[in-house]
Structure formats: structure tokens, C-alpha cells
């Protein structure tokens, strides 16, 4: 039973997988398809512009090498993904199953691409599970059903930076995802309380980004482990990436991304709302609600991490990397996706009663009404305001009609429905506790 539900949810993830392949195939920029802000998974000249460090004039197999051996600071320190990608290349150059050498290389990249998307989609799936298994107790049977399986995965595709992962700007790539993956595998080993295991892979995530630092902070919550083991390996994983990166010296302008969150604040704000949509609030919804609720001390270090996890990842990203790129403020999807999907179970039935009343319906076609007029409000509908525009907000628009202003239309629609849920079922709690005083 349990391995045909795993199979089952490896099915899940590879589908899912596709479906994020697919998304980025679709042009939401009413650019030239040429040009290199376009995805580039599915443009190869944007990919070979990307990878090529700019600067693609040189031969492939030149740039290529560059790719992997001499890429500047920080990113020559991110290897961990390149290696298997590395070795698939040489692997088909060695046998000649491509003439081209570039063709070679984009296989490989694309194949160990998918390869690290769908070990996140099942991890973070079966993180997920472990998660609500370890609250509901009595009612894993409601896990163990297709549809709820489906659901999760999908909460877990819909966030912006998976979904539209390779888009411009975000710039995804293979390591981001296998540096999820390793969030994930330490997660679930601290949950088992195999410390030894979870340092290991603690100090190999490192090697594909330094922000996989981020485990230690619920780590160090646990009460259930002694402070001198925590001391440990928090000192043992910062020495670790100081004498990694010092063996491999390299020099940088760490606050070049501060200067262009500065330099356009509203786009910096509307791309910072992307990193989770509408998940911002059901998170910080489903984190209010397991604050009221005895947990394991897992769980328990979930919750007293999560407001310290958030600001110092907010902070970090406005000081030392573009907002714009959301996979990197990404990084506490682990929070944001178990604790939305708590507080969505713990409201199905508040749910199905909304979608039943004509009033709510009614508060749903206002809320579309006011998204509606926002968007008329802020796209740009000619040349000249569309300059104006594109010197406040820089890359949130790719063209007169399109951009990410048409992704973020369809995420700020439904964060207001989920708002509004909140506000909701907050106002009935209250109500009812006053009813209870009576």
C-alpha cells in the first residue's frame, strides 16, 4: 500500500515536473522571440547568452569549459549541480551521440534540470505529508487519497518562482533546485532526529548555495536536542563554508543587488510579492493557527523559526541580491507551503459553505472588478508609457501588453480571495466566542 502510494506520488511528480517545463515554453512577454530575456530552457540563445556569462561570440566548447571551471564569484562556488551535468556532457561528446557540442551540453543541462525539479516535487511533497501526519494524527487516512495528492503538488507548482522558474528574471537553474532538494533531505533528517546525517547533508547543500545556511535556524529551535550539539554543528557548517570559500578566493560586489532594489522600489515590492502570491497569506494564516495547537518539538521549531527565517531571508535579499529573482527569496518555501496547506485543511468546511452563498460570489466579482482596473491602471498602453513606466518598475513589464504584470494580475485576484477568507473566518471566530461568553 505504501509503496504503490509512492509510485503514485513519484507519477505526481514527474507529470508536474512537465507541467513546469511546459509553463515556461509559454510567452507571457509581447517581445521579439529572439531576444535574450526570453526563458531561455526554451530559447537556446538566451540560454547560450546566460551561460556564456554574457558573451557568446567564442566558440561553445570554450564557454562551455568557462561554464564549469571559471565562472566568477559567487557562482564558480555553486558546483554541486554542475558535476553531473558536467560529466553527461563529456559522456556524450565522448561517444558522439551529438555533433554539436552545444547540443551536447543543452541535453545535459536539460535533462539534469527535470531530473532536480522532480526530486523537489516529491521531496517537497513528502515533506508536506510528514508535516500534516505529524499534526492530524488519527487522520492519516485523509492523506492517503489521489485527490489530496494532486492538491498538494499542486500548491507546490503554483508558487511563481517553480511555475515560472526559467522565466526572466528569475534565472533558475539546476542548482536552485537541487539546493531546494538538500533543504528538504536535511528537514526530513532532523525530523528523525539523525543529526550526524543531516550535518552531512547540511554542509554538501552548501556547495550548491551558501543561503542553504537557512536549515540551521530551525535546528537551533529544537528542544529536544542539547545546546552543545546545536553549538556544534552550526560552528562546524559556518567553518566548513569559510574555509571552502577561502581555499577558492574570489572577489565581488556583494551590495550590487541592494542598489537596484533601491533604484526601483515598486518593482523590487511587486516581484517581493511573487516570491509566494497568495501563499503569503494563507502561510502566515496557517502559522497563526499552529501557534494555538501542541506539536511535536519538530513542528514546534517550525513555528518559533518562522518569523526570524522570514525577516533575515527578506533582509539578506534587500541587501546582498536582486529581488527580482525570487528563487532566491524562495528559499523558505519549506514554512509557506506545509502551513498554507494546514490552514486550508483546517477550513475545507468553511469553504465549501462560501462557495454555496450568493454573497460571497458577489465579494469575489468585486475583488475581480478592482483587479481588473488595477491592471488597466498600471499596463502601459503605448510607447511613451510604456518608457515611463519601464523606468519605475525595469523588468516587470515585456512590452506594451504583456509581462509579468499579466502573471501578477492572476496571483493578486487570488491572494484577495484568500484575504478575504481570513478576515472571514476570523470575524466568525470571533463572533462565536462572543455568543460562547454570553
Excluded at 557568446?56 to 571551471?69: D, L
Excluded at 564569484?73 to 554541486?80: A, D, E, G, T
Excluded at 531530473?115 to 492530524?136: G, T
Aim: charged share 15%; aromatic share 22%.
Amino acid at each position: 500500500m505504501h509503496a504503490v502510494k509512492s509510485y503514485s506520488n513519484l507519477f505526481f511528480a514527474l507529470v508536474f515536473g512537465l507541467i513546469i517545463f511546459a509553463s515556461n515554453q509559454f510567452y507571457f512577454f509581447n517581445i521579439d522571440f529572439r531576444k535574450v530575456d526570453n526563458p531561455y530552457i526554451s530559447n537556446r540563445l538566451a540560454f547560450s547568452y546566460e551561460l556564456a556569462g554574457n558573451d557568446f561570440q567564442e566558440p561553445p566548447k570554450e564557454w562551455i569549459e568557462n561554464w564549469f571551471y571559471n565562472q566568477p564569484s559567487p557562482f564558480k562556488y555553486r558546483v554541486l549541480a554542475k558535476v553531473p551535468i558536467w560529466l553527461t556532457y563529456r559522456f556524450l561528446q565522448e561517444y558522439s551521440y551529438f555533433i554539436s557540442e552545444f547540443d551536447a551540453f543543452y541535453f545535459s543541462y536539460l535533462i539534469w534540470t527535470y531530473f532536480f525539479v522532480v526530486a523537489f516535487l516529491f521531496l517537497c511533497h513528502r515533506f508536506s505529508v510528514y508535516f500534516l501526519s505529524d499534526i492530524l494524527d488519527d487522520k492519516l487516512i485523509f492523506l492517503e487519497s489521489p485527490i489530496i495528492n494532486f492538491f498538494i503538488f499542486l500548491i507546490i507548482i503554483i508558487c511563481p518562482p517553480v511555475l515560472f522558474a526559467f522565466k526572466f528574471p528569475i534565472h533558475g537553474s539546476p542548482n536552485d533546485f537541487l539546493g531546494y532538494t538538500l533543504i528538504l533531505l536535511c528537514l526530513i533528517l532532523i525530523r528523525s532526529g539523525k543529526i550526524i546525517l543531516f550535518t552531512f547533508f547540511c554542509l554538501v547543500s552548501l556547495l550548491c548555495r551558501e543561503t542553504n545556511l537557512i536549515v540551521l535556524l530551525p535546528f537551533v529551535f529544537l528542544r529536544e536536542v542539547t545546546l552543545l550539539k546545536k553549538l556544534l554543528v552550526v560552528i562546524f557548517a559556518i567553518a566548513f563554508l569559510l574555509v571552502y570559500r577561502m581555499a577558492f578566493p574570489g572577489t565581488y560586489d556583494p551590495f550590487s543587488g541592494s542598489m537596484h532594489n533601491l533604484n526601483f522600489p515598486y518593482e523590487s515590492i511587486l516581484f517581493m510579492f511573487m516570491i509566494f502570491g497568495f501563499l503569503w497569506c494563507l502561510g502566515f494564516a496557517g502559522w497563526f493557527e499552529l501557534r494555538k495547537k501542541p506539536n511535536s518539538d519538530f513542528i514546534k521549531s517550525l513555528v518559533r523559526s518562522f518569523i526570524i527565517s522570514i525577516a533575515l531571508v527578506l533582509i539578506i535579499n534587500l541587501i546582498f541580491a536582486r529581488i527580482r529573482e525570487i528563487r532566491i527569496g524562495f528559499i523558505v518555501f519549506f514554512y509557506f507551503i506545509p502551513f498554507s496547506l494546514y490552514y486550508l485543511y483546517l477550513n475545507i468546511e468553511l469553504f465549501k459553505k462560501l462557495i454555496s452563498i450568493i454573497y460571497f460570489w458577489l465579494l469575489i466579482a468585486s475583488l475581480a472588478l478592482v483587479v481588473l482596473l488595477v491592471y488597466i491602471q498600471i499596463l502601459p498602453i503605448d510607447e511613451i508609457d510604456y518608457s515611463n513606466k519601464i523606468s519605475i518598475f525595469n523588468q516587470f513589464y515585456g512590452g506594451f501588453g504583456g509581462g509579468w504584470i499579466n502573471i501578477f494580475i492572476i496571483y493578486l485576484f487570488l491572494f484577495l480571495i484568500m484575504l478575504s477568507v481570513v478576515f472571514i473566518k476570523e470575524f466568525i471566530s470571533r463572533r462565536q466566542a462572543v455568543i460562547h461568553q454570553r
